[in-house]
């Protein structure tokens, strides 16, 4: 059996091409709509497929690429999750929650500096926002406890 291959939605576009842009708008909104539903129900299989839709129809909204991010990152694709963040970030680079995202999926690989990093860079957008402080917090930990191993790992220092 052939490998299964992630459709990024650039091979929808000419399927699409005969809607006018308002009605792209709707049917990716829609996408989305259904997307979001399996995802709070927990069916990331459905979610993924949906977003997956939504950017067919759109493929530069950005928010499209976060929810799909989230949805993979839930169903175990860390990588998958790293692409569509830094997709989502490529495309808007001042929005918040694509950072959020880019630092849940490195946390979840236990790239912990680079979720630092992606959390810190999402709060010089959004001073405010929990969702990126909460990620920076658990980061740093994770990033303290690594440290500590590493450091008891190298044992006592000599004069």
């Not at 399927?15 to 006018?20: D, M, V």
């Not at 928010?63 to 839930?74: E, G, P, Q, T, W």
């Not at 001073?127 to 690594?146: E, S």
Request: proline share 2%; net charge positive.
């Amino acid at each position: 059996m052939a490998p299964q291959r992630r459709r990024t939605g650039k091979g929808t576009k000419d399927a699409h091409a005969n809607l006018s842009a308002e009605e792209r708008t709707k049917q990716g909104t829609e996408a989305k709509n259904r997307g979001n539903e399996a995802y709070a129900a927990g069916d990331h299989a459905t979610a993924i497929k949906e977003f997956t839709n939504a950017i067919g129809f759109e493929p530069t909204n950005h928010i499209y690429y976060s929810n799909r991010s989230a949805a993979y990152l839930s169903a175990g694709n860390a990588a998958a999750a790293l692409q569509d963040a830094n997709k989502c970030i490529e495309i808007d680079a001042k929005w918040s929650k694509g950072y959020a995202r880019l630092g849940a999926a490195y946390y979840f690989i236990k790239s912990y500096q680079k979720a630092v990093a992606a959390y810190t860079k999402g709060l010089t957008l959004d001073k405010g926002n929990k969702q990126l402080q909460t990620g920076l917090t658990q980061a740093q930990a994770a990033l303290q406890v690594l440290e500590e191993e590493a450091s008891d790992q190298q044992g006592p220092r000599r004069a």
